[in-house]
């Protein structure tokens, strides 16, 4: 039970990061207000985000990982077809 709580708060945490799906409302407002300056920050943050992910979080809770893969994979997949949806309905 514990396992399952560190990973499902690291892996919000990072999400964050990522364009995930349900967490990440803030970067289309980044993108569309910020500066060139911000667009290297936004860049960079979506790497670490994934990194961190890899990074920290497979290898502390393989067994959790491995559990909550369909949960992540589908959030991927949402998120694919999310932003093509979104960039079908720009002018």
Same mark, same amino acid.
């Given at each position: @039970?514990?396992?399952?709580? #560190? =990973?499902?708060l690291?892996? +919000?945490? =990072?999400? $964050?990061? @990522?364009?995930? =799906?349900? =967490?990440? /409302?803030?970067? %289309? &407002?980044? !993108?569309?207000? /910020?500066?060139? !300056?911000?667009?290297? #920050? +936004?860049? !960079? /943050?979506?790497?670490?985000?994934?990194?961190?992910? #890899?990074?920290?979080?497979? %290898? @502390?809770?393989?067994?959790? !990982?491995?559990?909550? /893969?369909?949960?992540?994979?589908? &959030?991927?997949v $949402?998120s694919?077809?999310?932003?093509a &949806? &979104?960039?079908? @309905?720009?002018?």
């Open positions: @039970m514990m396992k399952r709580l #560190i =990973f499902i690291l892996l +919000f945490g =990072f999400s $964050i990061r @990522m364009p995930l =799906f349900p =967490f990440h /409302g803030w970067l %289309p &407002l980044l !993108a569309e207000h /910020g500066t060139v !300056a911000s667009a290297a #920050i +936004f860049l !960079a /943050g979506l790497k670490l985000g994934l990194y961190a992910v #890899i990074r920290f979080v497979l %290898p @502390m809770l393989p067994g959790t !990982a491995e559990d909550w /893969g369909d949960f992540v994979i589908a &959030l991927g $949402i694919v077809f999310y932003g &949806l &979104l960039a079908l @309905m720009q002018n």
